[in-house]
């Protein structure tokens, strides 16, 4: 699943978002908390299920981050999200899911176009 939101604010300030891995649950309804040690990110959801994640890429220069999921739900996970500047005050955020079993790909895939939209919502409001 891949899905990307045009923003009206300059790549680096979306990143400053995006790009921390402890800042998630700021723009990712459904998170009530994100906690990284190391190479590893805990998600927390609002049902309270605690979820560690492997950071497997944390890139400031190509503004990539890519982490897997290391839940017994899931057989395969990589989730990327890259800001790719269009303009001094325009990017391009494209957050991909690929996992295994599909449905789960399909449900993440799911709840990552409502985080484009709100990551989206954030920055354009800081104008």
């Given at each position: 699943m891949?899905?990307?939101r045009r923003v009206r604010r300059s790549a680096a300030d979306v990143w400053t978002l995006a790009g921390d891995p402890a800042r998630?649950?700021?723009w990712f309804p459904g998170i009530t908390s994100s906690a990284v040690e190391g190479t590893t990110r805990t998600i927390?959801?609002?049902a309270g299920l605690p979820m560690?994640?492997?950071?497997?890429v944390l890139d400031?220069?190509?503004r990539r981050f890519q982490y897997?999921?290391?839940s017994p739900l899931f057989q395969y996970h990589r989730g990327s999200i890259d800001v790719i500047e269009l303009g001094d005050a325009e990017c391009l955020v494209v957050y991909t899911t690929d996992a295994d079993p599909r449905t789960m790909a399909l449900v993440v895939g799911g709840a990552t176009a409502g985080a484009l939209d709100?990551?989206?919502r954030i920055m354009e409001e800081g104008d």
């Open positions: 891949r899905y990307h998630l649950h700021e927390v959801t609002g560690p994640e492997e950071i497997l400031h220069t190509q897997r999921v290391a709100e990551l989206c």
